[in-house]
């Protein structure tokens, strides 16, 4: 992710509400601390592919939106 964001390329990270304090601190530590995932509820295993499904279609929008912004600038 943070390769991609360096050289421009934007990046949407999906991760469960369960992982979030852990995708901040992988963030923070490879030097994107403001990098936001876009969150889905947890846990996802035991859902249907349909049920999946209309997870997805509950965040498209916003990881569309991460994939057309500009990169996300790097902390100084």
Do not use: S
Not at 50 to 64: F, N, Y
């Amino acid at each position: 992710m943070v390769a991609f964001e360096e050289q421009g390329v934007p990046t949407a990270n999906v991760a469960t509400t369960e992982f979030l304090d852990a995708a901040h601190a992988q963030c923070a530590a490879l030097g994107m601390p403001q990098y936001e995932p876009v969150l889905v509820p947890h846990p996802i295993q035991p859902k249907t592919q349909e049920e999946v499904r209309a997870l997805a279609d509950q965040v498209i929008d916003q990881i569309v939106a991460k994939l057309l912004k500009q990169r996300v600038q790097q902390a100084a």
